[in-house]
Nanobody
Framework: QVQLVESGGGLVQAGGSLRLSCAASGRTFSSYAVGWFRQAPGKEREFVVAISRSGGSTYYADSVKGRFTISRDNAKNTVYLQMNSLKPEDTAVYYC?????????????????WGQGTQVTVSS
């Protein structure tokens, strides 16, 4: 089992940057793929980006390609989401999720473990 805690959210102007962190408990973090999802008010939760267990493969939603970068440090049990060139439409609660073998890495139902979320607000 793994517990996830997100941090790094906040209020930023359009065009600005934020770095989110997802810190995991447990000694087997390297055996989990990790995804970031977001949910804006009145909208469904949507996939943002994911990273494989080793960090060798990454997957991005079209809406964030070229602006967001995911990385992980398994020695620190942490996954990072660097968000640049932020837009007002990026405003949402961002969640990290983990699973040992997500078949559909962009599907939220594939992930067993979730953090509590961190709010990101981008002002225009």
């Amino acid at each position: 089992q793994v517990q996830l805690v997100e941090s790094g959210g906040g209020l930023v102007q359009a065009g600005g940057s934020l770095r989110l962190s997802c810190a995991a408990s447990g000694r087997t973090f390297s055996s989990y793929a990790v995804g970031w999802f977001r949910q804006a008010p009145g909208k469904e939760r949507e996939f943002v980006v994911a990273i494989s267990r080793s960090g060798g493969s990454t997957y991005y939603a079209d809406s964030v390609k070229g602006r967001f970068t995911i990385s992980r440090d398994n020695a620190k049990n942490t996954v990072y989401l660097q968000m640049n060139s932020l837009k007002p439409e990026d405003t949402a609660v961002y969640y990290c999720a983990a699973d040992q073998a997500p078949v559909g890495i962009s599907k939220s139902y594939e992930y067993d473990y979730w953090g509590q979320g961190t709010q990101v607000t981008v002002s225009s």
